[in-house]
């Protein structure tokens, strides 16, 4: 009888220590789609003068997202995360010609259903976030205009992975993202500006969904 005990209760302990796909240890990946839609806030003010009036708009993103974590404990994760890709936009009185945004930064997960098959996650992500804004202006002829703008990104999300194989399964994400853009590079019509007595923020919140590929070692 005790050896039977034994045996159970060495089964039992063999099934908690193993039947989580987010182990200590483990080194995880996703990799996949990420679609934002967000809303926008933009200032201008030149040296000593009044801030413009706030001009409100909304724009979208098109993102590859990639992330890595590593699992410090059973229940805590800590990796990377990138997205890049388009940001999409109508400009008042222009034609958009290019834009791209890029989201980076350490990420930390925490686990409250983890399981063999299927994992639950809540996270957040702080980094920084480059976006350049290329339009074209056409007052009889065309005239290019090129903005660049960087920020501190933060982020936090929900989602799940869900292992239809041992390793491999799927992503599925909802987030939501915050920057406050400072443009440091501006063009208009081959000709640089000199941006040390004006001041330009572009500031963005929006709502992010991602589907991807989801695979752990």
């Known amino acids: 009888m005790k050896n039977l005990l034994r045996s159970l209760s060495f089964i039992a302990l063999s099934t908690v ?9 483990v080194i995880s990946f996703s990799a996949g789609y990420d679609a934002g839609i967000h809303g926008t806030i933009y200032t201008s003010q030149y040296q000593n003068n009044s801030p413009s009036t706030p001009d409100t708009s909304m724009a979208g993103t098109q ?33 958009s010609n ?10 930390l997960r925490l686990y409250p259903v983890n399981k063999d098959k299927f994992v639950w996650y809540v996270g957040a ?45 799927m992503n599925f994400g909802l ?22 007595d004006w001041t330009n923020k572009l500031t963005t919140k929006g709502i992010h969904f991602n589907l991807g590929l989801a695979v752990h070692l």
């Not at 290019?98 to 990420?107: E, R």
């Not at 660049?148 to 989602?159: A, I």
């Not at 987030?175 to 040390?196: A, V």
């Open 63 to 95: 993102l590859f997202r990639l992330n890595a974590h590593y699992n410090i404990f059973k229940f805590l994760s800590a990796g990377l995360d990138f997205r890049t890709g388009s940001y999409v936009e109508d400009p008042d009185n222009a034609t």
């Open 98 to 107: 290019g834009n791209k945004v890029l989201m980076y930064g350490l990420s």
């Open 175 to 196: 987030g939501y993202s915050s920057q406050n853009f400072l443009l440091t590079y501006y063009k208009l019509n081959g000709e640089e500006y000199d941006l040390s």
């Open 125 to 169: 992500n702080f980094g920084g976030s480059r976006l350049t804004i290329k339009r074209t202006y056409t007052v009889i002829v065309a005239i290019p205009e090129l903005s660049k703008y960087k920020s501190p990104h933060t982020s936090f999300e929900t989602g799940f992975n869900w292992y239809f194989t041992e390793k491999i399964g």
């Open 17 to 25: 220590a193993f039947g989580q796909a987010q182990d200590k240890g």
